[in-house]
T-cell receptor, first 111, second 115 residues
Framework: DADVTQTPRNRITKTGKRIMLECSQTKGHDRMYWYRQDPGLGLRLIYYSFDVKDINKGEISDGYSVSRQAQAKFSLSLESAIPNQTALYFC??????????FGQGTRLTVV | GESVGLHLPTLSVQEGDNSIINCAYS??????FIWYKQESGKGPQFIID?????DKRQGQRVTVLLNKTVKHLSLQIAATQPGDSAVYFCAENGGGSGNTGKLIFGQGTTLQVKP
């Protein structure tokens, strides 16, 4: 969905490096999410934010942190990347009535 | 823990036939369900949703059926087209008032459409 933009789209990084994935949305939704997808599997929730001052851990938050800089921006950081964090990362947004709408994803490889 | 599962990892259908993709969910507190389509290299695309106060909802060429008694969800695609080839995921919200985006996903069914 072009209304949810993720950068970068692809990234290769080395073990131990810090990396930030960024997400911005033009849908005007208060709620934003970060999900991870591993090959052949469904998505799993990393973190979510229901508004700018609200941050919550999801199912698999260990090794990740987030920042909600504004209603439209939600970034995901890996403080010290490790190979098993190699995955597809998706940002999503929703409101109280419907959701979630996903971005195109970031393919992250940790070598 | 909670799980959302699909009965078949791969479904192969002839172009023009109807497709039915099934999903079993385990959390009886879930009150909102979504079907997503994911094409290779793309993010999940919202297809159709349904709330637990309904048992059927129709969209354009798609119908979602919800059977809360047996915790079963299905997606029906009418007159399947080659462009429908993708992985389909069901997702549930695990409950929570107004929770539309904190979702639990199944593992997906790959739909292959034969010309």
């Amino acid at each position: 969905d072009a209304d949810v933009t993720q950068t970068p789209r692809n990234r290769i990084t080395k073990t131990g490096k810090r990396i930030m994935l960024e997400c911005s949305q033009t849908k005007g939704h208060d709620r934003m999410y970060w999900y991870r997808q591993d090959p052949g599997l469904g998505l799993r929730l990393i973190y979510y934010s229901f508004d700018v001052k609200d941050i919550n851990k999801g199912e698999i938050s260990d090794g990740y942190s987030v920042s909600r800089q504004a209603q439209a921006k939600f970034s995901l950081s890996l403080e010290s990347a490790i190979p098993n964090q190699t995955a597809l990362y998706f940002c999503a947004t929703s409101d109280r009535d419907r959701g979630a709408f996903f971005g195109q994803g970031t393919r992250l490889t940790v070598v | 823990g909670e799980s959302v599962g699909l009965h078949l990892p791969t479904l192969s259908v002839q172009e023009g036939d109807n497709s039915i993709i099934n999903c079993a969910y385990s959390n009886s507190a879930s009150d909102y369900f979504i079907w997503y389509k994911q094409e290779s290299g793309k993010g999940p695309q919202f297809i159709i949703d349904i709330r637990s106060n309904m048992d059927k909802r129709q969209g354009q060429r798609v119908t979602v059926l919800l059977n809360k008694t047996v915790k079963h969800l299905s997606l029906q695609i009418a007159a399947t087209q080659p462009g429908d080839s993708a992985v389909y995921f069901c997702a549930e919200n695990g409950g929570g008032s107004g929770n539309t985006g904190k979702l639990i996903f199944g593992q997906g069914t790959t739909l292959q459409v034969k010309p």
